[in-house]
Nanobody, 124 residues
Framework: QVQLVESGGELVQVGGSLRLSCTTS????????MGWFRQAPGKEREFVAS????????LHANSVKDRFTISRDNAKNTVYLQMNSLKPEETAVYYC?????????????????WGQGTQVTVSS
């Protein structure tokens, strides 16, 4: 059974930074993709960033480009989301997800496993 465990969410001031972590217990393959999504209160879940586990192909949502960076540490089976210059509207539960795809992808249906989420609150 694949498990994804997120951590790193907390209360931060506007313009601040956070690094989220997601550790997986599942095996990884050449087509394993990891993704970060977020869901704000009353809104649909939206894509944030994705990374191909082997090869490192990445994809970031336009809204976070140049501020957020997804990366991974193969030895630790962990994916990170470095978030800088945070905005109040980015307050949300951030979810880590794992699936199979030939490249980094924003398509939710490609992700088979999801973490429980970690709360990020950006205070003004």
């Amino acid at each position: 059974q694949v498990q994804l465990v997120e951590s790193g969410g907390e209360l931060v001031q506007v313009g601040g930074s956070l690094r989220l972590s997601c550790t997986t217990s599942g095996r990884t393959f050449s087509s394993t993709v990891m993704g970060w999504f977020r869901q704000a209160p009353g809104k649909e879940r939206e894509f944030v960033a994705s990374i191909l586990w082997r090869g490192g192909d990445t994809l970031h949502a336009n809204s976070v480009k140049d501020r957020f960076t997804i990366s991974r540490d193969n030895a630790k089976n962990t994916v990170y989301l470095q978030m800088n210059s945070l905005k109040p509207e980015e307050t949300a539960v951030y979810y880590c997800a794992m699936g199979l795809a030939p490249r980094a992808t924003s398509t939710e249906s490609k992700y088979d496993y999801w973490g429980q989420g970690t709360q990020v609150t950006v205070s003004s």
